[in-house]
C-alpha cells in the first residue's frame, strides 16, 4: 500500500503543478518584476476539488489497507491450528475487500474526505482572519475552538470508520 500511495501522491503533485499554473501572469502590485499567476473562479474550484481528491483517495487507500490487514488478521485467528497454518489469508482479504467491501471503504473514506477538506478550509479562512485580527482574543479563541472541535470531528470519524473496517 505504501507503493500505491507514493504513486498516487506523486500523481497528485504532477496535476496539483499543473493545475497552479494554469491562469493569467500579471505584476505584483508591490514588486512590479516579480509576476503572479491570477487563478478564475473555474480555476479555484478545481484546485479544491482537487484537494478533495487527495483526501479522499489517500483516505480509500489507507481503508483499504486496514480492511485487508483486519480481515487477514481475523481469517489466520480461526485457521492458525488448522492444516492449512493460516497462509494465504492476505490474499483472501484481498480478494474479499474487492469482492464486497469496496463501497464500504469508499463511502467511509468520503466522509473522512469530507471532514478533512472541512478543516482545510476552515484553517485557510482561519490563517486569513488572524493576519487581520492579531489582536482580537475572543476571535482567537473562537478559532481555537473550532479548530479543536474539527479535529475531534475528524479523528472520531477516523476512529469509526476503521472500527466498522475491521
Known sequence: MTLVLSVWILFWLFAAVYI???????????????????????TRRVFVYHIFALFWINSFIIG???????????FWYFEAKTETKGK???????KLLLRYHMGSVALGSLTIGFCQLIRWVFE???????LMNRKNMVAKVLFATTGWLLWLLEHCVKYFSKNAYI
Open 20 to 42: 497552479f499554473s494554469i491562469g493569467t501572469p500579471a505584476p505584483r502590485q508591490d514588486f512590479p518584476y516579480i509576476t503572479e499567476v491570477k487563478w478564475s473562479k473555474s
Open 64 to 74: 483499504c489497507a486496514q480492511f485487508v490487514i483486519g480481515a487477514a488478521t481475523c
Open 88 to 94: 494465504g489469508t492476505v490474499g483472501r482479504g484481498v
Open 124 to 130: 485557510y479562512y482561519r490563517r486569513k482572519m488572524s
